[in-house]
């Protein structure tokens, strides 16, 4: 292993914020930014050694080899992160236009809202799975969280807490039960996890997630972060008293002054029940 990425792995090591999967990720990145900036003449290059023309050199690569803005702005998050650790937080400009990174356009051209029937629920013989993917359906956990979710400390009666380790950027977050479906889904988990998570004791959460990619593959449902979509959707509903845009409701220029009050507090509730924290992002999920 050469020096710069041995140094970076023990980084990566010594500064394990975020969940299991962020980590995993960053330890991907940073091993490729090490190899990268070796093809790239930085033989030499040591853990605190880098300059912002490292940085230009990278997204120069990137961009000569086609990667798309969304790939390069991942990528400079991790980035980012290797210049915090060493203590260089205003190496990397914050804003990406500094950069010459463009602007993606997130916002998809129609719903991307999913609900899975009884019928094909029923399909999924695995219990564990089903679960995790009615939580995913009811509550709009990611993937991983609806894994790696514990009923016994999870069920705050009124609602659900998540833990830190369980999300996505190790943010915990509480989402209310108000449905009787929620509430017996919850019921449902406790007789079948107990004192456990959604993944059973003999499997680890990549071979679980392997085998759960497999059964999604084998019944044609492939990826389901529609449910997400259909959640936040479904509570915009509940909370504002009329449809989003993506489900056939009124835009928001056509809202009344009362109306978009509601509309931009339902938004950042439904963003903060979904892990974002971000009103822009339920442009996404519910349109604009």
């Not at 990611?142 to 609602?159: H, I, L, M, V, W």
């Not at 059973?200 to 044609?220: F, H, Q």
Request: glycine share 8%; with cysteine; hydrophobic share 35%.
């Amino acid at each position: 292993m050469k020096h710069l990425e041995y140094q970076l792995k023990q980084l990566a090591y010594h500064n394990r914020d975020g969940s299991f999967s962020t980590q995993a990720h960053r330890k991907k990145y940073l091993k490729r930014f090490a190899r990268e900036l070796r093809m790239l003449g930085y033989n030499q290059m040591q853990v605190r050694s880098l300059k912002l023309k490292h940085v230009h050199a990278l997204i120069n690569h990137w961009q000569r080899i086609g990667c798309s803005i969304g790939a390069q702005k991942n990528a400079l998050a991790h980035l980012r992160w290797w210049a915090r650790k060493i203590g260089k937080d205003e190496l990397i400009p914050k804003s990406n236009n500094e950069l010459l990174i463009g602007k993606r356009n997130l916002i998809p051209e129609e719903s991307k809202a999913q609900c899975l029937t009884r019928s094909q629920l029923k399909q999924i013989s695995n219990e564990y799975m089903r679960l995790s993917i009615e939580l995913q359906q009811e509550f709009g956990l990611r993937q991983e969280e609806s894994f790696k979710f514990r009923p016994t400390y999870a069920d705050r009666g009124s609602y659900i807490e998540l833990k830190g380790s369980w999300t996505k950027g190790g943010r915990k977050r509480s989402i209310p039960i108000v449905s009787f479906e929620q509430r017996d889904l919850i019921d449902r988990i406790h007789a079948v996890a107990g004192q456990g998570s959604l993944i059973p004791a003999e499997y680890s959460l990549k071979n679980w997630r392997g085998k759960y990619i497999r059964l999604l593959s084998n019944l044609g449902l492939k990826k389901l972060h529609g449910l997400r979509h259909g959640y936040a959707q479904r509570r915009y509903r509940d909370l504002t008293g009329f449809e989003s845009v993506f489900a056939g409701g009124p835009r928001r220029t056509a809202l009344e002054s009362d109306q978009r009050v509601i509309d931009s507090q339902a938004r950042l509730q439904v963003s903060k029940e979904l892990g974002h924290n971000r009103i822009e992002i339920t442009d996404v999920y519910l349109g604009r």
